[in-house]
């Protein structure tokens, strides 16, 4: 549907799962013409111990992704994502009812003979699949963001290695909210930037704080998601988080 996709990890019936997502077919679904989901369900060669893709299988695994984008997707069949998990890919797409799933699946899939699949069908106009399993949840959506902000810092040379003061941006519906805020988050080290003494447009006031961290991929989340928490139960949205660029030399 989109160039808009990305990933993101969660859990699945308690397992470690990988979900890829078009971002963007929220904007347009449910789609009255499609009111079917459909899914292939591959039973990977390779998988990792906790049941995750393994580097070893990547390219098989990326080869018939596109094969069956190229060959299944259409007007009448829209990919909208798949789940990883538990040694099993899950792709999903909504299709038209005139579509003949199986064997559209199958003149596809004949090119990887080794690989055991399933393939199933179910109605779904309100593409409930789609919003309730594969999109991601806010918090989520804030994981995505993070590794975009370290992928644009890395493009304008980072190296995502050096301490430095991150700035992190959120608003609240009320003072009240947004001093009990402040108090828990200068617990974990936070400070304050700035602060609204009165509200925006919108009604809301906004608060700028900072700590210094490193704003790694593997380090952002730990960073951000305990602020995106405490916002959450206080009334507030954490709307994200900037920093300096630092060069290899550190400047």
Same mark, same amino acid.
């Given at each position: 549907? !989109?160039?808009?996709?990305?990933?993101?990890?969660?859990?699945?019936?308690?397992?470690?799962? @990988?979900?890829? /997502?078009?971002?963007?077919?929220? $904007?347009?679904?449910?789609? %009255?013409?499609?009111?079917?989901?459909?899914?292939?369900?591959? @039973?990977?060669?390779?998988?990792?111990?906790?049941?995750? !893709?393994?580097? $070893?299988?990547?390219?098989?695994?990326?080869?018939?992704?596109?094969?069956?984008?190229?060959?299944?997707?259409?007007?009448?069949? /829209?990919?909208?994502? +798949?789940? =990883?998990?538990?040694?099993?890919?899950?792709?999903?797409?909504?299709?038209?009812?005139?579509?003949?799933?199986?064997?559209?699946?199958?003149?596809?899939?004949?090119?990887?003979?080794?690989?055991?699949?399933?393939?199933?069908?179910?109605?779904?106009?309100?593409? @409930?699949?789609?919003?309730?399993?594969?999109?991601?949840?806010?918090?989520?959506?804030? !994981?995505?963001?993070?590794?975009? /902000?370290? $992928?644009?810092?890395?493009?304008?040379?980072?190296?995502?290695?050096?301490? +430095?003061?991150? %700035?992190?941006?959120?608003?609240?519906?009320?003072?009240?909210?947004?001093? !009990?805020?402040?108090?828990?988050?200068?617990?974990?080290?936070?400070?304050?930037?700035?602060?609204?003494?009165?509200?925006?447009?919108?009604? +809301?006031?906004?608060?700028?704080?900072?700590?210094?961290? /490193?704003?790694?991929?593997?380090?952002?989340?730990?960073? =951000?998601?305990?602020?995106?928490?405490?916002?959450?139960? +206080?009334?507030?949205?954490?709307?994200?988080?900037?920093?300096?660029?630092?060069?290899?030399?550190?400047?």
């Amino acid at each position: 549907m !989109s160039d808009n996709w990305d990933f993101y990890y969660c859990r699945v019936d308690d397992k470690p799962a @990988s979900m890829y /997502v078009d971002l963007d077919a929220v $904007q347009v679904g449910p789609v %009255d013409g499609l009111p079917i989901m459909a899914f292939i369900r591959l @039973s990977m060669l390779q998988p990792r111990p906790d049941g995750l !893709s393994s580097p $070893q299988e990547f390219g098989t695994l990326c080869a018939m992704e596109d094969a069956i984008n190229e060959q299944v997707a259409s007007e009448s069949a /829209v990919y909208v994502g +798949r789940c =990883t998990t538990n040694g099993l890919r899950d792709f999903v797409f909504y299709i038209a009812p005139d579509v003949e799933w199986g064997q559209l699946v199958a003149a596809c899939m004949g090119a990887f003979p080794d690989y055991r699949y399933e393939v199933g069908t179910r109605g779904d106009p309100d593409w @409930s699949t789609y919003f309730n399993y594969l999109y991601p949840s806010e918090r989520d959506g804030q !994981s995505i963001e993070n590794r975009r /902000v370290c $992928q644009a810092l890395e493009q304008a040379g980072d190296m995502l290695k050096a301490p +430095r003061e991150i %700035d992190h941006w959120l608003n609240f519906a009320t003072p009240q909210d947004m001093d !009990s805020f402040i108090d828990a988050a200068m617990e974990l080290g936070f400070q304050v930037r700035s602060q609204a003494d009165e509200p925006d447009e919108d009604g +809301r006031y906004i608060l700028q704080m900072f700590r210094t961290d /490193v704003p790694g991929y593997a380090a952002i989340d730990a960073v =951000t998601l305990p602020l995106f928490d405490l916002a959450t139960l +206080r009334n507030g949205v954490y709307d994200g988080w900037e920093s300096v660029v630092v060069d290899a030399e550190g400047a």
